[in-house]
Structures are given as structure tokens and as C-alpha cells.
């Protein structure tokens, strides 16, 4: 072979593969943002400021919001409105509600408690939560959630949707205890349901107690629907869940404080007792039948036999706005929050705020003194309505 040829063939090769790697190049150009998920919004989950603590001024406060049924939008329609009201109502008015609620109250926490999209008219139940909670995320609020009876019934399964939820910006939900030590997240206990966990909040920035919990919060599933003997009914807090409350009211507690620090419960699902606060002294409105399980769960008997819890928040019966007490323990419902959710007509949405306030030593805030209660409408004043004390502590437990 002539070296003329062998310079012929190398040129030729050169080229070829000149020719090969412009055309790789330009092809990866066109398509490689297709190869890619989210490569332009890889970021970490932003978190609120931990642990939850009292304000400088011995207050905190926390916004119930229960039964949002968020479904697509500005293209959910809104239920059971008067439509001389609205030029247009869709979920955006649950939307600016949330909004005018965060701007008020300014709260420390917002409490979801379930039924926070409505699964069945949406069709992606994670653009629906982003939509619905937007708001808390928006104001950089912390905010904790739980399951209702529609949550799951879109794209994603009730243990999809709680961690979905746990690693949304701000959130301080979990989707279940601890097995161990609560320091240890590497496993979570064996319990019924998911979104069952424990929010400890601290005292007051310098005083004796700001490493200390002064306020429990506890978060509990109710589950969606079950069959029992062969009847269809509502969900109910399990053995299991009960097991845990109680095993972590006995783990006990800083010693400077005389006792368990006052705790309040989160759901969905009001149990089997609630039905009976139609017979007792109650405030607010009781405008419908308690949907409820048929099973007695033994939650009532468990919060008395803790002790510290003092008040149970709970949605579900979204024209049942009360409270009334259960053997020493309040069981409040937050009234329907949402507009798609259904309601009645010049039944104004609404919502419940809790607000704790420290009692105050020589030169110390010391332990919780106080728990009240209070509802805003979704009206053109913002109504305040039905304010009450839920606990007050007795001048011993402050000391």
C-alpha cells in the first residue's frame, strides 16, 4: 500500500470521526434536559426554626384548619355557597381565606387536620397539597398535617402522602414515631396508620425553661373507612396508637417541672363520645350527626388516664363547630375551613385558633398557665367568635 493511500485513509477516518462526534454533541445538546428530572430545581427541604418555642411575650399560638377539600384550583367550583356572594368562587377562596387567616393571627403552628384535598377531584394529590398548604409555606410558618377520609382516594396511597407531606418546605409532620430513642430516625415504631407522632415546644427564649417541653402536642391518624362485622363505617384510633400515647406519657418529663406539661390532641375523625356533648353544656353550633366510627376505641379512657391531655381538635362535620367536655378533656371541632367542602348556605367558613400563654415567675416565664380558644369567619369583618378557656393551671403547677 502506497503511503499516499495510507494518508488517504486516515484523512477519510479523521473526518469520519470528526463527523461522529459533532453529531453526538449537537444531539446531546437537543435532548439532554429531557434526561434529566427537576435539574434545574434540585434544592433541600426548607426547614422553620426548631424546636418550637413560646414567643419573647409568653405566647403561642396555633391555627386549626380542618376539611380544606382542596381540589384543582381555580377550576374546583365551590360548594354549597350563595352565589350573590361571589362573582366566581373556586378553591382560590380557600386560598385567600388561609392567607387572611396567617395575616391576622400570625400564628407559631398551623394545624391541618385532615381532608386537606379532596381526592376525588383531583387529578395529582401532590400539586393539590403544594396548592393547599402554599400559603403556610408562603408566610414560612411551621405547619404539621394530618390524614383525613379523602386524602388518599387521588395518586398517592396514605403512606405516599405522609411522607410526601414530612418533606414539604417548613413542614414538622412525620409519618410515624420513632422505634427507639427519639433521637434515633433510622426506624419507625410498628403502629396503625401513618401521620402519628409527638411536637414538643419549648419555653420562652432566656427564661429557666427555654430547653425544657412545657406543651405537648400529639398528632394521631383516624384512619379512612373500614368494614367491621360485616358493616361499613368510618376509621378509629387503634390499640396500637394508644399503646404509644401512653408509653410516651410515661417517659416522664424535665423534673423542674411538677408534672407532665399540658398536652392537646390532633384528628380527623371525632370518636364515638363526641355523640354524646348533644346532652351536655357546649359551645359553638352542633348542626349535624357526629360521623363516626361504630367502634369504641378507648380514646376518651386513654387522655384521662394520661392526665395532661387538656383539649382534642378534631374535623370531619364540617357544619359542627363546638366544643364540649368529655370527663375533664375539651373535644373541639375546627368548622369546615374549605369551599369546595360542602357546607350550607350564609354558613360562613371558619376557623379555630389555640392560644397558650406562660405564667410569669418573679423574673421567669414559667410552665403554661392558660389555654383559650377562639373561631375567625370568613366574613366581611372577620367575625371573633365563641371565646373560651379551655384549661387554666392551678397556682401550684407554676411555681
Same mark, same amino acid.
Given at each position: 500500500?502506497?503511503?499516499?493511500?495510507?494518508?488517504?485513509?486516515?484523512?477519510?477516518?479523521?473526518?469520519?470521526?470528526?463527523?461522529?462526534?459533532?453529531?453526538?454533541?449537537?444531539?446531546?445538546?437537543?435532548?439532554?434536559?429531557?434526561?434529566?428530572?427537576?435539574?434545574? /430545581?434540585?434544592?433541600? *427541604?426548607?426547614?422553620?426554626?426548631?424546636?418550637?418555642?413560646?414567643?419573647? #411575650?409568653?405566647?403561642?399560638?396555633?391555627?386549626?384548619?380542618?376539611?380544606?377539600?382542596?381540589?384543582?384550583?381555580?377550576?374546583?367550583? +365551590?360548594?354549597?355557597?350563595?352565589?350573590?356572594?361571589?362573582?366566581? +368562587? $373556586?378553591?382560590?377562596?380557600?386560598?385567600?381565606?388561609?392567607?387572611?387567616?396567617?395575616?391576622?393571627? *400570625?400564628?407559631?403552628?398551623? &394545624?391541618?387536620?385532615?381532608?386537606?384535598?379532596?381526592?376525588?377531584?383531583?387529578?395529582?394529590?401532590?400539586?393539590?397539597?403544594?396548592?393547599?398548604?402554599?400559603?403556610?409555606?408562603?408566610?414560612?410558618?411551621?405547619? @404539621?398535617?394530618?390524614?383525613?377520609?379523602?386524602?388518599?382516594?387521588?395518586?398517592?396511597?396514605?403512606?405516599?402522602?405522609?411522607?410526601?407531606?414530612?418533606?414539604?418546605?417548613?413542614?414538622? $409532620?412525620?409519618?410515624?414515631?420513632?422505634?427507639?430513642?427519639?433521637?434515633? !430516625?433510622? @426506624?419507625?415504631?410498628?403502629?396503625?396508620?401513618?401521620? /402519628?407522632?409527638?411536637?414538643?415546644?419549648?419555653?420562652?427564649?432566656?427564661?429557666?425553661?427555654? /430547653?425544657?417541653?412545657?406543651?405537648?402536642?400529639?398528632?394521631?391518624?383516624?384512619?379512612?373507612?373500614?368494614?367491621?362485622?360485616?358493616?361499613?363505617?368510618?376509621?378509629?384510633?387503634?390499640?396500637?396508637?394508644?399503646?404509644?400515647? !401512653? #408509653?410516651?406519657?410515661?417517659?416522664?418529663?424535665? !423534673?423542674?417541672?411538677?408534672? /407532665?406539661?399540658? &398536652?392537646?390532641?390532633?384528628?380527623?375523625?371525632?370518636?364515638?363520645?363526641?355523640?354524646?356533648?348533644?346532652?351536655?353544656?357546649?359551645?359553638?353550633?352542633?348542626?349535624?350527626?357526629? @360521623? +363516626?366510627?361504630?367502634?369504641?376505641?378507648?380514646?376518651? *379512657?386513654?387522655?384521662?388516664?394520661?392526665?395532661?391531655?387538656?383539649?382534642?381538635?378534631?374535623?370531619?362535620?364540617?357544619?359542627?363547630?363546638? +366544643?364540649?367536655?368529655?370527663?375533664?378533656?375539651?373535644?373541639?371541632?375546627?368548622?369546615?375551613?374549605?369551599?369546595?367542602?360542602?357546607?350550607?348556605?350564609?354558613?360562613?367558613?371558619? =376557623?379555630?385558633?389555640? #392560644?397558650?400563654?406562660?405564667? *410569669?415567675?418573679?423574673?421567669?416565664?414559667?410552665?403554661?398557665?392558660?389555654?383559650?380558644?377562639?373561631?375567625?369567619?370568613?366574613?366581611?369583618?372577620?367575625?371573633?367568635?365563641?371565646? !373560651?378557656?379551655?384549661?387554666? =393551671? $392551678?397556682?401550684?403547677?407554676?411555681?
Amino acid at each position: 500500500m502506497s503511503s499516499e493511500t495510507v494518508i488517504g485513509n486516515w484523512k477519510h477516518t479523521v473526518i469520519y470521526l470528526t463527523l461522529i462526534i459533532s453529531l453526538i454533541y449537537f444531539i446531546e445538546i437537543l435532548i439532554s434536559h429531557k434526561l434529566h428530572i427537576n435539574h434545574t /430545581n434540585i434544592r433541600l *427541604k426548607r426547614s422553620p426554626n426548631l424546636p418550637l418555642r413560646f414567643r419573647d #411575650d409568653g405566647t403561642f399560638k396555633i391555627l386549626q384548619v380542618a376539611d380544606m377539600h382542596y381540589g384543582m384550583g381555580s377550576i374546583t367550583r +365551590c360548594r354549597d355557597v350563595v352565589d350573590a356572594e361571589f362573582d366566581y +368562587c $373556586s378553591d382560590l377562596n380557600t386560598t385567600r381565606f388561609l392567607r387572611r387567616m396567617i395575616e391576622a393571627e *400570625k400564628p407559631d403552628l398551623i &394545624a391541618f387536620t385532615g381532608d386537606n384535598i379532596f381526592g376525588s377531584s383531583t387529578t395529582d394529590a401532590a400539586e393539590s397539597l403544594l396548592q393547599a398548604i402554599g400559603p403556610a409555606i408562603e408566610y414560612g410558618i411551621p405547619w @404539621a398535617a394530618v390524614l383525613g377520609n379523602h386524602d388518599q382516594e387521588s395518586t398517592l396511597n396514605r403512606q405516599e402522602l405522609m411522607t410526601f407531606l414530612s418533606l414539604m418546605d417548613f413542614s414538622v $409532620s412525620q409519618i410515624n414515631p420513632p422505634a427507639g430513642d427519639d433521637e434515633d !430516625q433510622s @426506624a419507625l415504631r410498628l403502629i396503625d396508620g401513618f401521620g /402519628n407522632y409527638r411536637l414538643r415546644v419549648h419555653g420562652a427564649p432566656g427564661s429557666v425553661l427555654s /430547653n425544657s417541653t412545657v406543651f405537648d402536642l400529639f398528632f394521631l391518624d383516624s384512619g379512612d373507612r373500614e368494614t367491621v362485622q360485616g358493616r361499613r363505617t368510618y376509621g378509629w384510633i387503634k390499640d396500637s396508637q394508644l399503646h404509644w400515647l !401512653q #408509653d410516651t406519657s410515661n417517659q416522664g418529663h424535665n !423534673q423542674s417541672i411538677a408534672s /407532665n406539661p399540658p &398536652a392537646l390532641a390532633f384528628f380527623h375523625i371525632p370518636i364515638l363520645e363526641v355523640r354524646d356533648l348533644w346532652y351536655t353544656p357546649f359551645i359553638g353550633q352542633f348542626q349535624e350527626g357526629v @360521623a +363516626c366510627s361504630i367502634v369504641q376505641s378507648g380514646v376518651l *379512657k386513654t387522655f384521662v388516664s394520661m392526665g395532661n391531655v387538656k383539649a382534642a381538635f378534631i374535623g370531619h362535620d364540617h357544619v359542627n363547630d363546638f +366544643c364540649g367536655n368529655l370527663k375533664g378533656v375539651w373535644f373541639c371541632y375546627g368548622g369546615g375551613f374549605g369551599y369546595h367542602a360542602y357546607g350550607r348556605p350564609n354558613w360562613h367558613r371558619r =376557623a379555630r385558633v389555640i #392560644d397558650a400563654k406562660l405564667g *410569669k415567675g418573679r423574673d421567669t416565664w414559667t410552665g403554661v398557665e392558660r389555654i383559650k380558644t377562639w373561631k375567625r369567619l370568613d366574613d366581611e369583618v372577620f367575625s371573633k367568635i365563641d371565646e !373560651q378557656v379551655l384549661w387554666e =393551671a $392551678s397556682y401550684t403547677s407554676l411555681k
